[in-house]
Antibody, heavy 124, light 110 residues
């Protein structure tokens, strides 16, 4: 079945780095753009990053721009989120989600399948 | 990228209808018909229930409907059921492949 499974979360000190992974299965991964979305404890959803299906373009939310990097390995059906210079306010559950293709050059711009999330806690 | 504005909470009795508003700007909601809505039960991942303002994915009951006027999108839940009691988020495309979510609304079934 269609599935996204995040991993790599944990407790990390401020200023340190962490890399999250999201393994996809059950669908043609190379057709889909992929998002990372996070949710701080007791707070709402926040869009973090988007990567196109071929990895050629990447986009970020303002709060993570310059610190986080999204990437993907289509041979491994996996998308990554490299998080550097972590801050306490990055503490959240991080979800990956897929975005279906609308045409050869654009996407639907919604998230139709989500993983269960991985928890990141930034604390000294 | 300021969050879209949603009411903190709405409530209704079983069988009634509730409407959740989602107010953005003419750079997001008002400029694109790429508004989606998500239902999220506590401790669970969000679930897509509306996309492209008013379209429902397969498997989503037609009790859920969406619309948009100007800079405000809306989600209406008709025939309210106990299982509808949870959190709802809107999301809009904001140009240049960026996105913004709403502040979230808690629906209570009285």
């Amino acid at each position: 079945q269609v599935q996204l499974v995040e991993s790599g979360g944990g407790v990390v000190q401020p200023g340190r780095s962490l890399r999250l992974s999201c393994a996809a299965s059950g669908f043609t991964f190379t057709n889909y753009a992929m998002h990372w979305v996070r949710q701080a404890p007791g707070k709402g959803l926040e869009w973090v990053a988007l990567i196109w299906n071929d990895g050629s373009n990447k986009y970020y939310g303002d709060s993570v721009k310059g610190r986080f990097t999204i990437s993907r390995d289509n041979s491994k059906h996996t998308v990554y989120l490299q998080m550097n210079s972590l801050k306490a306010e990055d503490t959240a559950v991080y979800y990956c989600a897929r975005d279906p293709p609308r045409s050869r050059t654009s996407y639907y711009y919604f998230m139709d399948v989500w993983g269960e999330g991985t928890t990141v806690s930034v604390s000294s | 990228q300021s969050a879209l504005t949603q009411p903190r909470s709405v409530s209704g009795s079983p069988g009634q209808s509730v409407t959740i508003s989602c107010t953005g700007t003419n750079s997001d909601v008002g400029d694109y018909n790429y508004v989606s809505w998500y239902q999220q039960h506590p401790g669970k991942a969000p679930r897509l229930i509306i996309y492209d303002v008013s379209k429902r994915p397969s498997g989503v009951p037609d009790r859920f409907s969406g619309s948009k006027s100007g800079n405000t999108a809306s989600l209406t839940i008709s025939g309210l059921q106990a299982d509808d009691e949870t959190d709802y988020y809107c999301c809009s495309y904001a140009g240049t492949n960026t996105f913004v979510f709403g502040t979230g609304t808690e629906v209570t079934v009285l």
